[in-house]
């Protein structure tokens, strides 16, 4: 049974451009969520998609944006980078149901200059 | 809005003895609740969990306990062993919203 993985693991962009994180959940878990992590802080809820749909968000601005494709593959889109998008960002899959629990990846570490 | 707080950022005990970690949060339709632990360059591996309808769950050295009318949760680890030595989340969910703690950092000394 594969875990969850994420690429790249490190990245560095400037300010303003976009970047596109990836992540392979578990095999048969059909939900996954992304997370935010500053240094120092705990994991912030960004959104969760089920069936390719965002069935959940946080407190994230629409530059946050997502994907789910059919393999239950899931990407995170962020457009406009700020410094403050520095952080390791984390992906989490389950199975469908409120009480399933969540499996994290190994993260992608990001920094904005 | 920090709806979930865990107030002490270290905590270091003697191998043997018992940690325990605490969580406190502030959201009253939060009914799921969950430990995580996390090593260096690598996501958070899930510990435990606890219902709302409870009040402890219990899983080998690993014992949560939850008051509801305090909104407090907590983690106990017993015996402590020098491999626990990690960030430890507390996090609660009310529907699709996950929220953690900042993580307390677990030092177990041999």
């Known amino acids: 049974e594969t875990g969850v993985t994420q690429s790249p693991t490190h990245l560095i962009k400037t300010r303003g451009q976009q970047v596109t994180l990836r992540c392979s959940s578990q095999s048969g878990h059909n939900t996954v969520s992304w997370y935010q992590q500053a240094l120092g802080q705990g994991p912030q809820f960004i959104f969760q998609y089920y069936r390719e749909e965002e069935n959940g968000r946080g407190n994230f601005p629409p530059r946050f944006s997502g994907l789910q494709f059919p393999n239950y593959s899931s990407e995170l889109n962020v457009n406009a980078l700020e410094l403050d998008d520095s952080a390791l960002y984390l992906c989490?899959?389950?199975?469908?149901?409120?009480?399933?629990?969540?499996?994290f990846g190994p993260g992608t570490r990001l920094l904005v200059l | 809005d920090q709806q979930v707080k865990q107030n002490s950022p270290s905590l270091s005990v003697q191998e043997g003895r018992i940690s325990i970690l605490n969580c406190d949060y502030t959201n009253s339709m939060f009914d799921y609740f969950l430990w995580y632990k996390k090593y260096p360059a690598e996501g958070p591996t899930f510990l435990i969990s606890?219902?709302?309808?409870?009040d402890k769950n219990e899983d080998g050295r690993f014992t949560v306990f939850l008051n509801k009318s305090a909104k407090h949760l907590s983690l106990h680890i017993v015996p402590s062993q020098p491999g626990d030595s990690a960030v430890y989340f507390c996090?609660?969910?009310?529907?699709?919203?996950?929220?953690f703690g900042a993580g307390t950092r677990l030092t177990v000394k041999p």
């Open positions: 989490a899959s389950k199975s469908h149901g409120r009480q399933e629990t969540q499996y």
């Open positions: 996090a609660a969910r009310d529907n699709n919203d996950m929220r």
């Open positions: 606890i219902s709302s309808i409870k």
